[in-house]
């Protein structure tokens, strides 16, 4: 479908159709938070992190060492993304060690890794 066939030529408000939207979408606080939550997973930086996290816990060394950045840099990032409730972390002596936050974002980044292998593949048919 090309985009002038995307288009709508008519003025025609469909009440119903609004009123059973308007019923099932959240609330303006709730869409700002999801907003937010993809803000966080939207720089590829933090994409990576996530994707390193998923299997196994790590330090800043280790993802700083995988990722070939600076310690500084992760621990940048690894702060937006601990505000965001991506990731969590614990202390063990000096070390803190870094993992997902729960199955939630495993979950995500499982559908989204889905989602764009899948639309590689339609895209080269």
Not at 14 to 25: F, G, I, N, Q, S
Not at 94 to 114: Q, T
Request: hydrophobic share 40%; glycine share 0%.
């Amino acid at each position: 479908m090309t985009r002038n066939q995307m288009s709508c030529d008519c003025n025609i408000i469909h009440t119903e159709v609004v009123t059973k939207a308007k019923t099932t979408m959240p609330d303006e606080e709730i869409l700002f938070c999801m907003a937010d939550f993809y803000k966080a997973m939207s720089d590829s930086t933090r994409i990576k992190i996530l994707s390193a996290l998923r299997n196994i816990e790590m330090c800043v060394c280790d993802i700083a060492s995988l990722l070939n950045m600076t310690k500084s840099a992760v621990s940048h990032q690894l702060i937006n993304l601990k505000d965001m409730d991506l990731v969590k972390c614990r202390r063990k002596g000096k070390e803190v060690w870094y993992s997902l936050a729960d199955e939630h974002v495993e979950e995500v980044f499982k559908i989204s890794y889905a989602h764009v292998m899948e639309a590689k593949h339609e895209s080269k048919n």
